[in-house]
């Protein structure tokens, strides 16, 4: 009698979400959406962005925020990361950043 297997693409997927990066954004589409471009730049590896969110700093950000169990978390340490990304490298870019944040319906391209 012959086993059924997985299909690659289901097995694939799986170890995907096992993987501890993956873990760190709880699979949150806004954190991850985040934290994409990061690693696009010469100046992050994909090992550099898992060691911005899984950092001391990052931690203590959460417990001063309380909260570091929760499901808010993923997004509070990818918008961290972004923004420290964006104060070193595009101050400019940093500004505008604030602003749409200030607007409750965010801006669409058109109004840029």
Do not use: W
Not at 24 to 48: E, R
């Amino acid at each position: 009698m012959k086993k059924d297997k997985q299909p690659v693409k289901i097995q694939y997927y799986k170890k995907l979400a096992d993987h501890h990066l993956f873990r760190l954004l709880s699979g949150n589409p806004h954190a991850i959406v985040l934290s994409a471009p990061l690693i696009g730049t010469d100046k992050m590896k994909l090992i550099d962005l898992y060691k911005t969110l899984n950092s001391k700093e990052m931690h203590e950000i959460l417990k001063v925020d309380g909260i570091e169990n929760c499901s808010m978390a993923s997004l509070r340490v990818s918008l961290e990361a972004s923004v420290n990304v964006l104060r070193k490298d595009d101050h400019e870019s940093l500004i505008v950043f604030y602003l749409i944040g200030l607007l409750p319906g965010g801006v669409n391209e058109e109004q840029l």
